[in-house]
């Protein structure tokens, strides 16, 4: 599977965004396909997730309320809308999938396949 991430670029705090994450190739038994973010300095964390059958969501608390993940099964690509923005959400951000137990969706450990990041700049 190869994911391509786009959509990131700068954005006053308030404004919105919305990231894609593009899917090639055999998905295999991959069942999750989520957004992961990394500031500088701080280590990877979840942000939201789908899952392929069914599309639950879920969330980070940090996003929820703000942030809408959403995926288009024709096109395979996963999608995600960022209202509200803070500086705080300033971060590369990842799209990933894998074949993941739900306890584990937050884990980035847990996924086998990344894009390459897409940045996000929230100036104040």
């Known amino acids: 599977v190869q994911l391509q991430a786009s959509g990131g670029g700068l954005v006053q705090a308030g404004g919105s965004l919305r990231l894609s994450c593009a899917a090639s190739g055999r998905a295999g038994s991959s069942n999750v396909m989520s957004w992961f973010r990394q500031a500088p300095g701080k280590e990877r964390e979840f942000v939201a997730a789908?899952?392929?059958?069914?599309?639950?969501?879920y969330y980070a608390e940090s996003v929820k309320g703000r942030f809408t993940i959403s995926r288009d099964k024709v096109k395979n690509t996963m999608y995600l809308q960022m209202n509200s923005l803070k500086p705080e959400d300033t971060a590369l951000y990842y799209c990933a999938t894998s074949q993941v137990i739900l306890s584990g969706i937050r884990d980035p450990v847990n996924y086998n396949y990344w894009g390459q990041g897409t940045l996000v700049t929230v100036s104040s």
């Open positions: 789908i899952r392929r059958s069914g599309d639950s969501t």
